[in-house]
Structures are given as structure tokens and as C-alpha cells.
């Protein structure tokens, strides 16, 4: 069964600064992984989705890597702002065409 | 450009009431999900179709049912709710293996 792992599952940072989240898989047989936001009490927003062909998307100020053998991606962002306060989530499609995720960064960008 | 709609966004139930959630998309996607969000325990999928007039089980099917008549709606139904059914209901849509639409979300409470 496929598991996905978050990295810390919270981050505080002050505004400015540049921040990696971490995101691992168990199974690397995915057809790709996704990055998505979610605020408090709202939906889920798409932010990269990298196919497993790729190494590596942007969008931004976003960047997020892939590295389907050792079942790893990472999400960067840069210059980070109060607005980027929110949940990240990490989710990978597997070999049963099904999502799974993990539990979620949650970050807070101070001013 | 909606997306993907559900209805309703907020419900209150009595233990043994019966609903219907409803998911909308207008993007012609083929493939409609159903997740549940727990604290603690992330995102579950609950069930999926493939395409019109047929369903499958995810993670976590007891309890529901549902049904997608036409390509650009998929229901999810409590015939009997429990407390345990308490959550924050999420659908999803995608055309088979690129990046999910989620929609904004259902909050549900069974007292």
C-alpha cells in the first residue's frame, strides 16, 4: 500500500525567506504527484502537478523537484510572504490510478 | 469557468437521517472521486467512477453509496448517517491521469 510522508508537518518562517517541504513515497511505480494548498476551511488548490517522466516543475515562486527512484519530491518556495500561510499537501498517483496523500506541511510565514 | 461544484457546502444531521451530496463538473472529465478529510487523518478516498454509469470502492466505502447517472455529476449518499460520519466531504475530477479539480467542499455534521 502506498504511503506518503510530510515533512515537518509545521513550519514557521519570517517573511523573505526561502523554504523547502519534503515529501516521500513508498512505492515509486506513480504516474505523478501533485502539490496542492489548502487554507483554512476551504478547498484544495492545485499548485505543480509533475508528471513521473519529469524532473522537476515551476510555477512562480514555486518549485517543486521529483525524483521517482528514491521516492522523494521536494517543494520550494522562494522569497516567502504571509500570503503563502496555509497547508501543503503532497498526493501521488499509483499504479491503481488512485490518490493518495500525505499529511500535510502546515506553514506560517510571519511578517 | 466553475470547475467543480458541490452542494451543499454546510449540513447538519440527526443520527439515521439520509443525504445526498452533490458533485458537479463542467470540465467533461471522466473520472469523479469522493474524499473525506479527518483531522489526523488526512485525505480518504471513499469512492470513484471511471466514467458514466459505473462506480468502484476506495479506502473507505462503508456507510455510502454512490451513483453518477450522467458524466458531469457523481452523488454520494448516507442512507442511515452515524456520528462517525462527521467530516469534511471533497470531490474530485480529472481525466484519468493528470492533475485532479478539487472542489471547495462539504462540511457535514451528524449529531
Known amino acids: 500500500k502506498q504511503e506518503v510522508t510530510q515533512i515537518p508537518a509545521a513550519l514557521s518562517v519570517p517573511e523573505g525567506e526561502n523554504l523547502v517541504l519534503n515529501c516521500s513515497f513508498t512505492d515509486s511505480a506513480i504516474y505523478n504527484l501533485q502539490w496542492f494548498r489548502q487554507d483554512p476551511g476551504k478547498g484544495l488548490t492545485s499548485l505543480l502537478l509533475i508528471q513521473s517522466s519529469q524532473r522537476e516543475q515551476t510555477s512562480g515562486r514555486l518549485n517543486a523537484s521529483l525524483d521517482k527512484s528514491s521516492g522523494r519530491s521536494t517543494l520550494y518556495i522562494a522569497a516567502s510572504q504571509p500570503g503563502d500561510s496555509a497547508t501543503y499537501l503532497c498526493a501521488v498517483t499509483g499504479s491503481a490510478r488512485q490518490l493518495t496523500f500525505g499529511s500535510g506541511t502546515q506553514l506560517t510565514v510571519l511578517p | 469557468n466553475a470547475g467543480v461544484t458541490q452542494t451543499p457546502k454546510f449540513r447538519v444531521l440527526k443520527t439515521g437521517q439520509s443525504m445526498t451530496l452533490l458533485c458537479a463538473q463542467d470540465?467533461?472529465?471522466?473520472?469523479m472521486y469522493w474524499y473525506r478529510q479527518d483531522p489526523g487523518m488526512g485525505l480518504r478516498l471513499i469512492h470513484y467512477?471511471?466514467?458514466?454509469?459505473?462506480?468502484a470502492k476506495g479506502e473507505v466505502p462503508d456507510g455510502y453509496n454512490v451513483s453518477r447517472l450522467k458524466k458531469q455529476n457523481f452523488l454520494l449518499g448516507l442512507e442511515s448517517a452515524a456520528p462517525s460520519q462527521t467530516s469534511v466531504y471533497f470531490c474530485a475530477s480529472n481525466r484519468g491521469l493528470d492533475g485532479y479539480t478539487f472542489g471547495s467542499g462539504t462540511r457535514l455534521t451528524v449529531v
Open positions: 470540465m467533461n472529465h471522466e473520472y
Open positions: 467512477s471511471v466514467g458514466e454509469g459505473t462506480t
